[in-house]
C-alpha cells in the first residue's frame, strides 16, 4: 500500500521568501513521485516528476523538489516566492513498474503576501 | 496540454436522476482515468481504462459505472445521483514508459440537489 502526508494544509509566505512545500510519502515499492499545481477553477498541472534518475529535480517556474530515500520524503521548494505561485499543491506517487495506480495526497493552499 | 476535454463543464442535477460525464481525448492515449476532487481528501480515483471495452475499479467506484467503446472516449456515469456525488470530477490520461505520468483535464463541478 502507498500513501503520502502533506504536512500544512495551508502555507502562508511573503513575496521573494523561500517556499517550502513538505511531502512524506510511504510505499512498499520505490515509487515515482510527483509534485501538482492547480490554479483556482483549473485542472491539475504537473509541476515535476521523480522517477528513479536524479534525486533532485527541477520542474517549471522554479519549483525543484529533492528525493530523499532515509527520510521518505520529497519537499518541494522554491527560492522566492511570487505573487503568481499562489495555489493548492499536491503530491502524489505511484510504483515503479507499470504505476498508473496514482496516490494523492490532501493538498496544501499556498498563499503569497505581499 | 494533453488534449482532454471534459464535458459538460458545470452540471446541476437532483437526487435520483442519472448524469454521465464525458472525457475526450485527441491522441490515441491507452489509459484513462476518472478521479473525484473533494476538500480534504485531495483526488481519489474513481475508474480506470486501459484500453476499449477495459475498465477497473478504483477506491471509490461504489455508484459509479463507467464505459468506453472509443480509444478517444471515457464516460463516466453516476446511475442514481446522490447528494455525496456533489464534487469536481477530473478525468485524466497517461503518457511514459511505464505510463506513469497522469495529466489531467479541466474538469467537470458537479451538484446534486
Known amino acids: 500500500a502507498q500513501s503520502v502526508t502533506q504536512l500544512g494544509s495551508h502555507v502562508s509566505v511573503s513575496e521573494g521568501a523561500l517556499v517550502l512545500l513538505r511531502c512524506n510519502y510511504s510505499?512498499?515499492?520505490?515509487?515515482?513521485l510527483f509534485w501538482y499545481v492547480q490554479y483556482p477553477n483549473q485542472g491539475l498541472q504537473l509541476l515535476l516528476k521523480y522517477t528513479s534518475a536524479a534525486t533532485l529535480v527541477k520542474g517549471i517556474n522554479g519549483f525543484e523538489a529533492e528525493f530523499k530515500k532515509s527520510e521518505t520524503s520529497f519537499h518541494l521548494t522554491k527560492p522566492s516566492a511570487h505573487m503568481s505561485d499562489a495555489a493548492e499543491y499536491f503530491c502524489a506517487v505511484s510504483p515503479t513498474g507499470g504505476g498508473n495506480k496514482l496516490t494523492f495526497g490532501t493538498g496544501t493552499q499556498l498563499k503569497v503576501e505581499l | 496540454d494533453a488534449g482532454i476535454t471534459q464535458s459538460p463543464r458545470h452540471k446541476v442535477t437532483e437526487t435520483g436522476t442519472p448524469v454521465t460525464l464525458r472525457c475526450h481525448q485527441t491522441e490515441n492515449h491507452r489509459y484513462m482515468y476518472w478521479y473525484r476532487q473533494d476538500p480534504g481528501h485531495g483526488l481519489r480515483l474513481i475508474h480506470y481504462s486501459y484500453g476499449v471495452k477495459d475498465t477497473d475499479k478504483g477506491e471509490v467506484s461504489d455508484g459509479y459505472s463507467v464505459s468506453r467503446s472509443k480509444t478517444e472516449d471515457f464516460l463516466l456515469t453516476l446511475e442514481s445521483a446522490t447528494s455525496s456525488q456533489t464534487s469536481v470530477y477530473f478525468c485524466?490520461?497517461?503518457?511514459?514508459?511505464?505510463?506513469?505520468?497522469?495529466?489531467f483535464g479541466p474538469g467537470t463541478r458537479l451538484l446534486v440537489l
Open positions: 485524466a490520461i497517461s503518457e511514459g514508459a511505464e505510463q506513469e505520468t497522469q495529466y
Open positions: 510505499s512498499s515499492v520505490p515509487p515515482y
